[in-house]
């Protein structure tokens, strides 16, 4: 259940430190240094008992949050858009935060030499059903990245944006074929790498 209900008490924000949310980070692929970048760390009470998980902060002060047990939002609800500080050409579109982190994840192992490339916009639906909120922004952009769920829901949701833009929309979810989405795909190639290095070691 979405925490936007009554019981939900205390609402602390502060830096991500907690070595649980890192290893829960680190479980699932992520660079817990881009996460602090990206991400707060959140505390609350849930029928008097504390907890506390991964935020993601949305445009209206919302946050999704996330932990090893649980998947919820702090209300309202909203899209996140990252703008870069010069007007970007191409905006990346994800559905929620942890492929949004997978792929930054990816670009910074892949080009060390260059972690922000070419610094795109990016936005996060953080739910499809966010879309619409997000077509306000989009149509600003001369190309629209998608890095969506391989399901039903994801396959709607590039349908109704290429409906809408036509050629501007690129469909980037063949990079992750196979997998549901890109944070399933980075937690792969992370294990084959470490059991690639782990061989390496053993011989």
Do not use: W
């Amino acid at each position: 259940t979405a925490l936007s209900q009554p019981s939900f008490r205390q609402l602390e924000v502060m830096p991500l430190s907690s070595p649980a949310l890192f290893s829960y980070l680190r479980e699932r692929g992520i660079n817990t240094e881009l996460a602090k970048r990206e991400c707060r760390e959140v505390h609350y009470l849930t029928d008097g008992k504390p907890y506390f998980a991964v935020g993601f902060p949305n445009r209206s002060g919302g946050y999704e949050i996330r932990n090893k047990f649980f998947k919820g939002c702090i209300a309202p609800k909203d899209i996140t858009h990252i703008r870069q500080t010069e007007p970007g050409e191409t905006c990346c579109l994800f559905e929620g935060f942890m492929d949004y982190l997978s792929f930054l994840t990816l670009r910074q192992e892949r080009h060390p030499d260059r972690p922000a490339l070419d610094g795109q916009d990016c936005i996060v639906l953080n739910s499809v059903s966010n879309v619409e909120k997000a077509m306000r922004y989009l149509g600003g952009y001369g190309r629209i990245d998608c890095y969506l769920d391989r399901d039903e829901a994801g396959r709607r949701t590039l349908e109704m944006l290429k409906g809408h833009y036509g050629e501007r929309v690129c469909d980037r979810s063949a990079l992750y074929d196979g997998c549901k989405d890109l944070n399933e795909y980075l937690q792969l190639t992370t294990k084959k790498e470490m059991n690639n290095n782990l061989k390496i070691k053993l011989k």
